[in-house]
């Protein structure tokens, strides 16, 4: 009962249970199949290359603790950057096309990088992927997911009219809070392994 009173508040149970939620998760499944094949069709073409980007994400972790800050910023910006193009594409007509095109691109560019370092680099590059941002993602993706379902339904309760839809959103405001805190905390989770990443010299 506690439980249920926690998502009422957080506005998370409207969200869970509604159709849009399902919608938007497969279009990022069909996002990541198609991430997932043409990262491993790349992987064959591009080996040099990945092998480069490899090194370099290694070696921006072996600079050293003033890399921290750097590191951080840019992936709060990212996180913070993916969130906040969720609400826009809500803002905007289409805004099931947009925010159906945006998971499905979230998905194809995660599956794209794990698809190609596992095509070029075998199982270094598996884990390669997993620490540089599959670990984060575990996190990310779902609070992205959340956030655009609370968009997708502002967006139906107010049809091109920006006032309503900001008004629509408001009662989600409590839940879009929260899914940005733990997608800000899961992107952090990126700064540590990447630095397990240099430490075991991946």
Known sequence: MKRQKILSFFSLRILWDT??????TAM?????LAGSCTGLRSG???????????????????IGDGNVWM????????????????????MLRGHSLLLSGL???RGFLLSFAAGAFLSTLQLRGLL???????????????????????????????????????YALARFRSAIALCTLLACCG????????????????
């Open 103 to 105: 998971c499905a691109a």
């Open 44 to 62: 064959h073409s591009e080996g040099a290359l990945l092998e480069q980007i490899a090194v370099q994400m290694v070696e921006q972790a072996r």
């Open 71 to 90: 590191l951080l910023a840019r992936t709060l910006a990212g996180t913070l950057a993916w969130q906040g193009a969720a609400i826009l594409c809500g």
């Open 128 to 166: 390669l992927a997993l620490m540089t941002g599959g670990v984060s993602a575990v996190v990310t993706v779902p609070c992205l997911l959340l956030t655009a379902s609370a968009c997708f339904l502002a967006g139906q309760d107010a049809p091109n009219n920006r006032k309503g839809y900001w």
């Open 187 to 202: 992107a952090i989770l990126r700064i540590p392994m990447l630095f397990l990443a240099a430490k075991f010299g991946l």
């Open 28 to 32: 990022l499944l069909c996002g990541a």
């Open 19 to 24: 159709p849009h939620l399902v919608f938007l």
